[in-house]
């Protein structure tokens, strides 16, 4: 028999069972940083469930005195006159959640929500980061492989210094660590772990609940005897489907890993990463920034291996109290010069100023390429020609990570007749840096006279103009309220509309440089004609669309 060499997948399951009240703890406490050293009140959220005020979530003490999730408010506080209560919040207990998530990338890239209270992580192949160096240090948990222990004792002691109860569980299968996490671990035991390929074995004695399914269908077994997982796994698949239904087969097949169930990671997993952790943690700008420079030395070495450059990078911060901050950076070209990257950061982090607080300290600092893209060495021209693209490339790169990227545009050409929509306006990261340098094909001689203004007014201006003979170029015209005489003319030139994209008639345009008494040059159009009309046109106007110089 043929041996897969692949490792397989391990899991872990973090069940916050006190969520919604520990993020009232650390509210009141006016710090997100503490101990869960000491006896927490009893303490419940309440919600509004079936026309009546309800217990929605409890801690351990208010559990230990008897207070049960769905019963009415007046019958719990009936029995504890002390308890405390406070209002839900599901959205801010999301969001807490969501940073909790943030958080865990510590660990591992792979990072989903699972459900309110909590969280899966994917940690195949990251686990012997956490072996011990001395022998004789593993803890030794049961159904670990080495250094998951480790892993999990060092999530878990970090997250109860920040104030929150959790347990942690790993396996092969989300579904086995999610029931090893809530069914088999306990307030003393927070810790524990499922060899690969045992689950079935291990979790055969809880209750079906364990499987994950609904209370109805927990219910219908154990109306028939069917109170353990071990009851179902040698039964016939058809009749248990035909009876309690399909996803009572499908979590079966899933709790011994026959059939995958993968799970949907909150971020993107990033193309490279690097990392440096800190046993006393920085909080000085210099640091930072002597870390970026170390860490996009690293990334550079990489990116050269793979004929790459970055295009997008971020920038972690992990606090020792839990909060993560994120900075992220965009190139208009790929980049992988260490100091390029350090000048982009540098920019960001100087707009930043103040909204980036270092808090306690960083802990924790790593660098990800999110966006990689092919690129090639170019030898530069003899005038120096690729030097005016690449100056070009770090000022947008300079002004992305200062504004923002997507806040730095350009014009472009467009093939059309009409000045108004000559050019568009176009993301500057979007555009290749060589194509933006403008270079005239042939030199202008100095006496050419310029047809275009340098100024063109977006919209067009009505104005008030007469002229000789309707068709005629103006005599006089007001615009802004002022009255200009008209010395010399130009024109006409005539600019029809696209034809082919508008969906109906429209005029044409007669287009005039003019110059008063005064000096001052204008350029003017008539929109329509006196002759002939087209049927449905509006009758001719005239409007002022430019100045020149």
């Known amino acids: 028999m043929r041996h897969s060499t692949s490792p397989r997948q391990r899991i872990v399951s ?10 009232l703890e650390r509210l009141e406490r006016g710090v997100s940083w503490r101990s869960r050293a000491g006896e927490s009140p009893a303490r419940i959220t309440v919600a509004r469930q079936r026309g009546a ?18 019963e009415g408010l007046a019958d719990a506080c009936a029995r504890l006159p002390g308890l405390v209560s406070d209002p839900a919040a599901e959205a801010e207990d999301a969001a807490l959640l969501a940073a909790l998530a943030d958080w865990c990338d510590r660990y591992t890239p792979l990072v989903a929500l699972d459900g309110a209270d909590g969280l899966l992580l994917d940690i195949t192949g990251c686990a012997h980061l956490f072996v011990p160096r001395a022998p004789g240090m593993d803890n030794g948990t049961p159904g670990c492989l080495p250094g998951e222990a480790e892993l999990m004792a060092d999530c878990v002691a970090r997250l109860e210094r920040q104030g929150f109860a959790v347990r942690a569980a790993v396996a092969d299968t989300p579904l086995a660590a999610w029931a090893m996490a809530r069914h088999a671990l306990s307030e003393t035991t927070r810790v524990g772990g499922v060899a690969p390929g045992d689950g079935w074995r291990v ?11 609904g209370e109805a269908c927990v219910a219908a077994l154990a109306r028939v ?35 995958p169930a993968p799970i949907s990671p909150r971020l993107a997993v990033p193309a490279l990463v690097c990392e440096r952790r800190f046993f006393e943690p920085i909080a000085r700008e210099e640091d930072v920034r002597g870390v970026i420079a170390a860490l996009a030395g690293r990334l550079a070495g990489d990116l050269e291996t793979r004929g790459e450059g970055g295009r997008a990078f971020e920038l972690a911060l992990f606090r020792v109290d839990g909060v993560v901050n994120r900075v992220t950076v965009g190139t208009g070209r790929p980049i992988r010069a260490p100091e390029q990257v350090l000048r982009l950061f540098s920019e960001k982090l100087a707009a930043l100023g103040d909204d980036l607080d270092a808090g306690f300290g960083f802990d924790l600092v790593r660098l ?7 690129v090639t060495a170019v030898q530069g021209d003899m005038d120096r020609r690729a030097d005016d693209g690449e100056a070009l490339a770090d000022l947008i790169d300079r002004l992305g990570a200062r504004l923002g990227i997507a806040r730095v545009a350009r014009f472009l050409p467009c093939d059309s007749h009409l000045p108004e929509a000559r050019q568009k306006l176009v993301p500057a990261a979007l555009v290749d840096p060589a194509a933006l340098v403008w270079r005239a094909e042939t030199p202008i001689a100095p006496d050419t006279p310029q047809l275009r203004p340098l100024r063109l007014l977006d919209p067009p201006e009505p104005v008030e103009a007469v002229a000789m003979v309707p068709e005629g170029p103006p005599l006089r015209f007001r615009w802004r309220r002022a009255l200009y005489e008209v010395a010399a003319c130009e024109g006409p030139e005539r600019i029809a509309p696209p034809w082919w994209t508008a969906p109906g008639p429209a005029p044409a345009r007669d287009y005039y440089r003019v110059e008063d008494g005064a000096g001052r040059r204008f350029w003017l159009y008539r929109e329509g004609h006196y002759a002939d009309p087209q049927e449905g046109l509006p009758p001719p106007r005239w409007f002022l669309q430019g100045l020149y110089a």
């Open 14 to 23: 973090l069940w916050f069972p006190e969520l919604a009240t520990d993020r």
């Open 53 to 70: 005020e309800r217990v929605a979530a409890a801690n351990a003490a208010a559990l230990r005195l008897g207070v049960v999730p769905g």
């Open 203 to 213: 979790l055969a004695e809880l209750s079906p609940a364990a499987l994950r399914v």
């Open 225 to 259: 005897g069917l109170t353990r997982i071990a009851d179902l796994l040698d039964r016939p698949r058809a009749p248990l489907a035909a009876r309690f239904g399909a996803d009572l087969v499908r979590q079966l097949d899933r709790l011994r890993g026959i059939e």
């Open 368 to 374: 990800a390429v999110l966006e990689a893209q092919c």
